[in-house]
């Protein structure tokens, strides 16, 4: 617990948090369960739909990230639901001020989306028999579309974490937010899958920075209205 | 009273004149049957309100923060109900005319279609979450954050795929606005054009006014005026 005071830096305050995190998802392991098993299910369910069908690359990153966007959503509102259902987040605003909480769940949910993107990645391969041409091109779409899908859907479980009704309401409210994103990201992954290089990318690169960072901003804005309420 | 008398006869007017004028089609690069085009005096004012009402409810959004006044969140959904209703409008009335002229009721490749679908996505997401918020002040702060997220990713959407895919659309822009933005239109064509916008936007600014001094009879904590 850090005083008034204390000389303990912003960074390591935000770190403290998403440690708490890990900690508490390391107890329970109730986000990366339900994301990895939601993964799975999915992955498994569109490759046997598919079956002997040999899709083209296209339609494949298009899956990949139907499978990644929908995984995202079955875990990334829990960093706010769970503080709210343990009665725990009147503790932790009294702890510490609302942006280190923020930057804290939104580290904590990136490395959720790490996790999710090493293990799905290899299986996608291996089961869908598809593989990115270009490998460059591929991570750089994935790194910052996880960042995209972070940054822009920590506030978004900071406002489900509210709701009475949760059920599909998280995936409801951040679908029209991720958009943008993943019209940008689909198109880079099929840059990558047909075998293009960066020069093919360079507008949904601009686009996928541009996204990020101004999503995280707003966030950053408009946080302490959802937190302190 | 003479708002609503005024109204209905402009309205009736527009009408009367949208379908006994020549009808806007550009035969040079437009398809089908000419007289499909009279929807475009109908369409694109109810498009623009919907827009309209979509900002509208975003500024409102943004005054209801900074002032914490619950008279800004009764505008915000006034506006953003209203905006829906037009929304949907604009979408039915533009699906018949993409399946006169191009042959199907719905295009994924049409960028427009895509920007008016996700404007209803946006309004049933916005009224969805408020639903599930249980007392009026986190209801109203709450979902004032989500329009105003809604408002920059829409900006991104409507502003800048448009451009990057641009060559996807189907619209028949080239017959009222050429490729450099500048108005192409007949005297006759623009007369009603804007006629009709500047009708349905005061048609819409009526259905507001009287929503609101509902609201406000309902509501007594909200200022009269």
């Known amino acids: 617990m850090n005083l008034p005071g204390s000389s303990v830096s912003w960074a390591a305050k935000v770190l403290a948090v998403t440690r708490k995190d890990i900690t508490a998802e390391f107890r329970t392991r109730y986000a990366i369960n339900s994301i990895l098993m939601f993964a799975l299910v999915t992955l498994t369910v569109i490759s046997m739909a598919l079956g002997l069908m040999t899709p083209d690359s296209d339609l494949m990153a298009a899956l990949f990230w139907v499978i990644l966007f929908f995984a995202a ?3 990334l509102a829990q960093v706010f639901i769970k503080e709210e259902e343990a009665g725990t987040a009147l503790i932790l605003k009294l702890s510490t001020e609302g942006l280190v909480i923020f930057f804290g769940k939104l580290i904590f949910n990136l490395l959720l989306l790490t996790v999710l993107s090493v293990l799905i990645v290899p299986l996608f391969i291996i089961l869908l028999k598809v593989t990115p041409q270009n490998w460059a091109v591929f991570l750089i779409g ?31 409210l951040s679908f029209p937010i991720l958009l943008p994103l993943l019209m940008a990201v689909i198109d880079i992954t099929k840059v ?8 093919d990318i360079s507008t949904g690169l601009q686009l996928l920075v541009a996204y990020d960072v101004v999503m995280v901003t707003v966030s950053v804005m408009l946080f302490d209205f959802v937190w302190r309420q | 009273m003479w708002w609503k008398i005024l109204i209905f006869a402009a309205m009736s007017a527009v009408i009367i004149a949208a379908f006994m004028t020549p009808s806007p089609m550009n035969p040079a690069i437009s398809l089908g049957d000419a007289d499909v085009y009279r929807i475009f005096y109908f369409h694109v004012p109810q498009a623009w309100v919907a827009a309209l009402a979509f900002v509208l409810s975003m500024i409102f959004s943004i005054k209801f923060l900074k002032t914490r006044d619950m008279q800004y969140d009764t505008k915000a959904v006034l506006a953003a109900k209203l905006g829906l209703v037009f929304a949907v409008l604009a979408t039915v009335t533009g699906s018949i005319f993409a399946k006169m002229t191009w042959g199907e009721f719905w295009n994924w490749a049409e960028i427009r279609e895509v920007s008016i679908f996700i404007l209803l996505i946006i309004y049933g997401a916005y009224f969805a979450l408020r639903s599930a918020l249980p007392n009026a002040e986190t209801k109203a702060t709450l979902s004032a954050v989500l329009s105003i997220l809604f408002a920059v990713s829409a900006v991104f959407l409507i502003f800048i795929l448009p451009r990057l895919y641009a060559d996807f659309s189907q619209h028949p822009s080239d017959s009222v606005v050429d490729r450099e933005g500048q108005i192409t239109m007949g005297a006759t064509v623009a007369a009603i054009f804007f006629s009709s916008l500047a009708v349905f936007t005061a048609l819409f600014a009526w259905i507001y006014n009287v929503s609101l001094r509902i609201a406000k009879a309902y509501d007594k904590n909200l200022p009269e005026n």
């Open chain 1, 73 to 75: 959503m079955s875990g």
């Open chain 1, 142 to 172: 994935l790194v910052l579309g996880d960042i995209g899908l972070a940054g822009a859907t920590t506030i978004i479980a900071a406002i489900v974490a509210k709701a009475t009704v949760k059920g599909a309401l998280f995936t409801v």
């Open chain 1, 192 to 199: 990558a899958f047909g075998g293009g290089n960066f020069g």
